[in-house]
Antibody, heavy 120, light 107 residues
Framework: EVQLLESGGGLAQPGGSLRLSCAAS????????MSWVRQAPGKGLDWVSA????????YYADSVKGRFTISRDNSKNTLYLQMNNLRAEDTAVYYC?????????????WGQGTLVTVSS | DIQMTQSPSSLSASVGDRVTITCQAS??????LNWYQQKPGKAPKLLIY???NLKTGVPSRFSGSGSGTDFTFTISSLQPEDIATFYC?????????FGGGTKVEIK
């Protein structure tokens, strides 16, 4: 069974940093692209970033480009999201998700999410 | 970015009713569309991919159709466990974008 378990969320001040992790199991991690998708409180879903299986290519939404960095450690089956210069509008539940097949053709499954709150 | 417009934003129906949700893309996306279900307090789950293909294990009362710019998601007979918010998502163009969601409640 595929499992994704996020961690690292919490409270950060505006301008601060957090690093999210997503531990994966139940599939050949290095063979799949992975994404982060976020959901602000009471709002809809918003794709944030993706990385290919090898880690050689990364992709970002305009809203986080230059502030967030996605990476992965295939030896540890773990996905990361380094979030710098955080803003109040980054407050959301952050989900990691396995790509359905080819890059960015859908997300399945998703982790349970980790809440990031940016506030002074 | 491709804009995805879902309607209605919410609906209330009785158990056993047929429920239909529409999703309109701002440009032609062929059949590059997924549907997700998000139950309260839970992560989204993929139900339908490539506009009309039911993911293995998903009940057959769920279905999807459409191509180009107009898509439909249907629950043939609403069950109490279907209470959730449903989202469409396009992957024709980068970045992938989601519709605003349709909240389904029991009348």
């Amino acid at each position: 069974e595929v499992q994704l378990l996020e961690s690292g969320g919490g409270l950060a001040q505006p301008g601060g940093s957090l690093r999210l992790s997503c531990a994966a199991s139940g599939f050949t991690f290095r063979s799949y692209a992975m994404s982060w998708v976020r959901q602000a409180p009471g709002k809809g879903l918003d794709w944030v970033s993706a990385i290919t299986g090898s880690g050689g290519s990364t992709y970002y939404a305009d809203s986080v480009k230059g502030r967030f960095t996605i990476s992965r450690d295939n030896s540890k089956n773990t996905l990361y999201l380094q979030m710098n210069n955080l803003r109040a509008e980054d407050t959301a539940v952050y989900y990691c998700a396995k790509d359905r097949g080819l890059l960015l053709r859908g997300f399945d499954p998703w982790g349970q999410g980790t809440l990031v709150t940016v506030s002074s | 970015d491709i804009q995805m417009t879902q309607s209605p934003s919410s609906l209330s129906a009785s158990v056993g009713d047929r429920v239909t949700i529409t999703c309109q893309a701002s440009q032609d996306i062929s059949t590059n569309l997924n549907w997700y279900q998000q139950k309260p307090g839970k992560a989204p789950k993929l139900l339908i991919y490539d506009a009309s293909n039911l993911k293995t294990g998903v009940p057959s009362r769920f279905s999807g159709s459409g191509s180009g710019t107009d898509f439909t998601f249907t629950i043939s007979s609403l069950q109490p466990e279907d209470i959730a918010t449903f989202y469409c998502q396009q992957y024709e163009n980068f970045p992938p974008t989601f519709g605003g969601g349709t909240k389904v409640e029991i009348k």
